[in-house]
């Protein structure tokens, strides 16, 4: 995506206008989340930017569901239409303009367009007898009741007097068209896709109905209505105010067409690629710039749809989470243009490792420092150090990949690159420790160190809260206020993104009052979520009886378990290990007791599959005991439950007055975490630094010497009862899960 050739100072970008047949769910919100950010980011680089978005209104489909409501299609549609836009507002989304295709000044527009065509001789009156998917609102070639390519439901049978639009003439010069701008439509699977439609030949495109009322007449010819996809593409021109005589609507239009960017779900490629441009070329309208596809949202690899009812709301995760949280894990989680996959665990451990853990822990403890050493006034830098000098050089090249990733909209990719300077910011602040003062060093060595590491892990937090702005947004205002820098909403009218660079954070600002961003979220909102989700599709099937909506979205099959495994010859040393012992031999068996691994949970045993080996993390007493016992089989489903993690050590230090303790700082990929073992007596802290470990990442925390451990390491013993830390010969990603 770039930016206007005829006016890089102006931005005009749509979402697709949703269809009212039912409530929005979290694929409409998507969509919508995109481009909000899209024109944040716009808007904090200086450009003028329009983000239109809407409802469309018309249609047999509509006109149906309305007859089953009871109601009229207008009452349908406007309830419908005002619960799409009370979400938007209620996730603070910044669209300039919402159009209804109900609205006169698209009625005006959508007329002007079709007398247009007619005019130039693209339009004329035939009769059409085939097959028609009222769910789709398309027609399909095929005999009766042929399944619909997109949706797969069984088609109708109509007849009826229509309007056709040449859709034949176009063939040719769309193919032209795409081959001389190659960025018009993408991702290429789309490009692709809808090249190929082309190829197979056109057919000129039924463009009235006559079989039913609700829709947009045809000038003239009352008893047609406007075919609801012309009807629909137009409201991108009419918002704008294409087909006014007003002096101001044509100046707007003028100012912002061609759009510059329609998002739109991948199920609707071949209307926004093929009809839309042809419509326009035979209007003598300008096209738009580019047309790109998102894939779909499925919830635990299933596809979304009111019938199965399984849709997700937004409002779930606001209520539960908050709309940053969402925006986060949506364009965090997803590459643009694939399929993703959504699912409440996913969002909590996201959440967790890179907002609560990530962010808004760094946040937090540089805020709180600040206001400690420092009365709440940024320090001065000082002579920047090696140490400094790499965190800086980091910033900027994130400042530099940053831009060009979104801009392609490659958020995924633009957040990993930024979320790496949160981790390297939290391992500079960590390496220092300006909470904590050797002997040796003087007082006033430790403060000029304390100024230095603060004042630059307070700069890196402002460049990185100025990039995540577009997609954390309350967040990011308020990280704004607590580094003493006002408010971001005054500095994103006033495009602080155009100039952003290092070194913004003056000496001497006073900080505001340090608040939480990002609580950490426990199990019970995963419980709360799948609750309001339940409640809210037994309300739905009570009161609708089923049905189906418009779907850019797709979700719940029964969700999926994962298993976990462990690798041979290797057994759960829980953290800490309690000194082991040599047991009789035996299938090598994880022995555990809440007292021995300092854990909260019950005591377990479980078999694994591996040569014989000492039991590890229990007295010498309980592992003989065990081990006469024989085998405590457990199920599957026991073993899944226990979720093993790769980890790398960051940091490895001794717990003071504890011989056997190591207190360790481990990285997952998408957070970070304490871990306390008692291996202290066999492994030497510094040694263990860059080590990949395996560690049980889902076991209940526990406080031990005033510090508080997250997580059990994976071990083997040997004999005479030292642990050894199990690791891997290939290079495995952080956080990957064994199974």
Avoid at 379 to 404: D, K, M, Q
Wanted: glycine share 8%; aromatic share 10%.
């Amino acid at each position: 995506m770039t930016e206007s050739a005829s006016n890089p100072n102006r931005f005009y970008l749509t979402t697709p206008i949703y269809y009212v047949n039912a409530r929005p769910h979290l694929g409409h919100a998507y969509s919508t989340i995109v481009c909000d950010a899209i024109a944040r980011r716009k808007r904090a680089l200086g450009i003028e930017t329009w983000f239109l978005t809407g409802t469309d209104e018309h249609g047999q489909k509509i006109e149906r569901s309305a007859k089953a409501a009871g109601c009229t299609p207008e009452e349908f549609a406007t309830k419908i239409a005002g619960e799409f836009r009370g979400l938007w507002d209620r996730l603070g989304l910044t669209y300039d303009d919402f159009i209804r295709t109900t609205e006169p000044r698209h009625i005006r527009g959508v007329q002007h367009l079709f007398a247009t065509l007619r005019d130039k001789g693209y339009i004329y009156k035939g009769s059409y007898t085939g097959q028609y998917c009222v769910f789709d609102e398309a027609y399909v070639d095929g005999p009766p009741e042929t399944p619909c390519p997109d949706c797969g439901r069984p088609t109708e049978t109509v007849s009826e007097e229509n309007y056709f639009f040449k859709l034949s003439a176009f063939e040719r010069k769309l193919l032209e068209f795409y081959e001389a701008n190659p960025e018009f439509m993408g991702p290429e699977s789309t490009r692709r896709e809808v090249i190929s439609f082309v190829r197979s030949g056109l057919k000129d495109l039924s463009v009235s109905r006559t079989s039913f009322s609700w829709g947009i007449p045809v000038p003239g010819d009352e008893k047609h209505v406007v075919y609801v996809w012309l009807d629909a593409l137009a409201n991108y021109i009419t918002a704008l105010g294409y087909g006014s005589d007003d002096p101001k609507d044509k100046a707007r239009f003028e100012k912002f067409w061609p759009a510059d960017i329609h998002l739109i779900g991948k199920e609707i490629s071949r209307f926004h690629c093929v009809y839309w441009p042809a419509f326009l070329m035979a209007a003598g309208v300008a096209l738009p710039r580019s047309v790109r596809a998102n894939g779909w949202l499925l919830f635990d690899q299933g596809k979304m749809s009111k019938s199965r009812g399984n849709i997700v709301r937004a409002e779930t995760v606001h209520e539960v989470l908050g709309a940053d949280a969402l925006r986060y894990f949506l364009l965090r989680e997803i590459p643009f243009g694939q399929d993703g996959n959504f699912s409440f665990d996913a969002l909590v451990q996201r959440y967790n490792g890179d907002l609560a853990n990530g962010y808004g822990n760094l946040v937090s403890r540089v805020v709180n420092m600040v206001h400690r050493y420092f009365g709440g006034f940024a320090p001065e830098a000082g002579a920047e150090t090696p140490a400094e000098a790499t965190l800086r050089g980091n910033a900027e090249a994130a400042i530099a990949a940053f831009g060009p990733a979104f801009d392609e909209l490659n958020f995924s990719d633009a957040l990993k690159t930024l979320w790496a300077v949160v981790a390297e910011t939290d391992g500079y602040l960590t390496a220092n420790a300006p909470w904590k003062k050797p002997a040796e060093r003087s007082d006033a060595d430790h403060a000029r160190l304390q100024a230095r590491v603060l004042a630059t892990a307070a700069e890196a937090i402002r460049v990185i809260t100025a990039l995540a702005y577009p997609i954390l947004p309350d967040a990011a205002a308020k990280v704004w206020a607590q580094l003493g820098l006002g408010e971001l909403a005054e500095a994103a009218k006033s495009g602080f993104l155009r100039d952003l660079a290092w070194g913004g954070l003056k000496a001497g600002t006073k900080f505001g009052e340090p608040a939480p961003l990002f609580p950490r979220a426990e199990k019970e909102a995963i419980e709360r979520m799948q609750s309001l989700e339940d409640e809210n599709n037994r309300t739905a099937v009570e009161a609708a009886g089923g049905g189906s909506g418009t779907e850019n979205a797709k979700a719940p099959a029964p969700a999926k378990q994962e298993m976990a495994a462990v690798p041979v010859k290797a057994a759960v040393a829980m953290a800490p290990v309690a000194a082991a012992t040599r047991a009789a031999p035996m299938a090598a068996k994880v022995v555990a007791t809440a007292e021995a691994v300092g854990a909260s949970a019950p005591s377990a045993s479980v078999d694994l599959p591996v040569a014989p080996q000492t039991a590890v993390g229990a007295s010498a007493q309980a592992a003989a005991e065990t081990a006469a016992q024989g085998p405590q089989h457990i199920t599957i489903d026991d073993f899944a439950k226990v979720e093993l993690r790769v980890a790398q050590i960051l940091v490895a230090e001794r717990v003071p007055k504890a011989d056997k303790l190591l207190r360790l700082e481990v990285d997952l990929g998408t957070e970070k975490r304490q871990i306390l073992a008692g291996i202290a007596e066999h492994y030497e802290p510094e040694k263990l630094i860059g080590r990949r470990i395996v560690i049980v990442a889902n076991l209940a925390p526990r406080k031990m010497r005033g510090l508080e451990s997250n997580g059990m390491l994976l071990a083997a013993s040997l004999e005479g009862g030292a642990p050894v830390l199990a690791g891997f010969l290939e290079d495995v990603p952080l956080g990957a899960r064994l199974k």
